[in-house]
């Protein structure tokens, strides 16, 4: 009997432990849950194509499960990037934005995520443009959304309003690749 009882405790141990290494439990941005993961080409349903850009799902520099988005951007386009759209009510109670991006081009890139809380297309002034540089190689882009301000009226970001987000590169110089998976939303401690 007190065989049976050491066994199942650690056979409980063991699986309370693998739940937390698997990220089933909260981590330092609290519960998260899944906004894109690029395994299936439904993924794709809420990107706009512009002219540019080329996205793909790829089996390269996956950081959550097996595939990412691989996109290429080239000039002469000003604004190349992802338009996600369709997100309406999809950001209500996040207050991390947290992506996985991988820099294979061997220098610093400089990124702008953009997000629009408005309808339409709100003027610069009134939509939130975030730059960010990635490093060589994997980085996590960490936007915490209760600091985020837009651009020119200084208004804070309104999560539960968010359209779109763009995330693009400023009059490319030349062609850019880099790898994008693992985008979710974090509720906070």
Same mark, same amino acid.
């Given at each position: %009997?007190?065989?049976?009882m050491r #066994?199942?405790?650690?056979l409980?141990?063991? #699986?309370? *432990?693998s739940?937390?290494?698997?990220?089933?439990?909260?981590?330092?941005?609290?519960?998260?849950?899944t906004? *894109?993961?690029?395994?299936t080409a439904?993924?794709l349903? !809420?990107l706009?194509?512009?002219?540019? @850009?080329?996205?793909?799902?790829?089996?390269r520099?996956?950081?959550?499960g097996?595939?990412?988005?691989?996109?290429?951007?080239?000039?002469?386009?000003?604004?190349?990037?992802?338009?996600?759209?369709?997100?309406?009510g999809?950001?209500?109670? #996040? &207050?991390?934005?947290?992506? +996985?991006i991988? !820099?294979? %081009?061997?220098? +610093?890139?400089? %990124? @702008?995520?953009?997000?629009?809380?408005?309808? =339409?297309?709100?003027?610069?002034?009134? &939509?939130v443009?975030h730059? $960010?540089?990635?490093k060589p =190689?994997?980085n @996590? $882009?960490v936007?915490?959304?209760?600091?985020?301000?837009?651009?020119?009226?200084?208004?804070?970001?309104?999560p539960?309003?968010?359209?779109?987000?763009?995330?693009? #590169? !400023? &009059?490319?110089? =030349?062609?850019i @690749?880099?790898?994008? +998976? !693992?985008? &979710?939303?974090?509720?906070?401690?």
């Amino acid at each position: %009997m007190r065989a049976d009882m050491r #066994a199942l405790r650690l056979l409980m141990t063991t #699986a309370m *432990f693998s739940l937390a290494l698997s990220g089933v439990c909260s981590g330092q941005y609290g519960a998260c849950r899944t906004a *894109f993961d690029f395994e299936t080409a439904a993924d794709l349903s !809420n990107l706009v194509y512009q002219c540019h @850009t080329w996205f793909q799902l790829s089996d390269r520099h996956a950081t959550k499960g097996k595939k990412s988005l691989k996109v290429e951007l080239y000039p002469p386009a000003e604004y190349p990037g992802l338009k996600f759209v369709g997100l309406k009510g999809q950001w209500k109670g #996040a &207050r991390y934005l947290l992506l +996985d991006i991988f !820099n294979p %081009m061997g220098k +610093d890139l400089t %990124m @702008t995520i953009r997000i629009d809380d408005r309808p =339409g297309h709100p003027p610069y002034e009134d &939509r939130v443009n975030h730059r $960010v540089v990635l490093k060589p =190689g994997q980085n @996590t $882009v960490v936007l915490d959304l209760a600091k985020l301000r837009t651009s020119g009226t200084d208004r804070a970001l309104e999560p539960e309003n968010v359209h779109r987000f763009l995330l693009f #590169a !400023n &009059r490319p110089k =030349g062609p850019i @690749t880099i790898f994008v +998976d !693992n985008i &979710r939303l974090c509720k906070g401690k």
